[in-house]
């Protein structure tokens, strides 16, 4: 192969201090924080830029702040290799972002990565099974127990749950087997 790809190593320089604490900015703590954020997405995007030369596959960026975490989206056609089955690739790739943002930041993110809206897509479907799930549990008069979920999915059960009356929710077990419980009360 001829030519090089593209250089996916992020230096390990960390953020510099130029910006100035938040006194000498003008900046109140929740727009440092913004701030950050914004630069975490910036950090992420061009990582994911690269990855997406690298592999050949065309997609644009949204870069968006949601939840007090930088939310990266790759929006296109034809990046289902970038999503894999079930999200796994997704999940594999949002780690190796998360982990180019901490070697550039010295700090770990809780960034969002999704891809084609495959999360957007994945939350609806995740609410009717959680509700889906409260019923059953409400109408055996038991928990009912769930497969297992990566955290995003666990969370947005999590969340789908503490919305509904009769029933409250836990995790138990361990990566990569840990799943939700939803139980009466």
Do not use: C, W
Not at 44 to 73: K, N, P, Q, S, W
Request: proline letters at 4%.
């Amino acid at each position: 192969m001829t030519g090089s790809a593209p250089d996916l190593a992020v230096d390990g320089a960390g953020v510099s201090d130029e910006e100035g604490s938040p006194e000498e900015t003008g900046l109140s703590p929740q727009e440092r924080r913004l701030v950050d954020l914004e630069q975490e997405g910036e950090i992420a995007a061009d990582y994911i830029e690269g990855l997406l030369d690298i592999v050949d596959m065309d997609g644009d960026l949204d870069l968006d702040v949601e939840g007090g975490r930088a939310v990266v989206a790759v929006v296109g056609e034809k990046l289902d290799k970038l999503i894999g089955t079930g999200g796994e690739a997704l999940e594999a790739l949002q780690e190796l972002t998360r982990l180019a943002v901490l070697q550039k930041t010295g700090n770990r993110s809780r960034l969002m990565l999704d891809v084609g809206g495959h999360r957007a897509r994945r939350r609806v479907e995740l609410r009717q099974v959680a509700a889906a799930a409260a019923e059953r549990a409400i109408e055996r008069g038991k928990p009912e127990t769930l497969a297992p979920m990566t955290p995003f999915e666990r969370k947005v059960v999590h969340d789908a749950i503490a919305e509904l009356d009769g029933v409250h929710s836990e995790s138990e077990g361990e990566e990569p087997s840990r799943r939700v419980v939803i139980l009466l009360g």
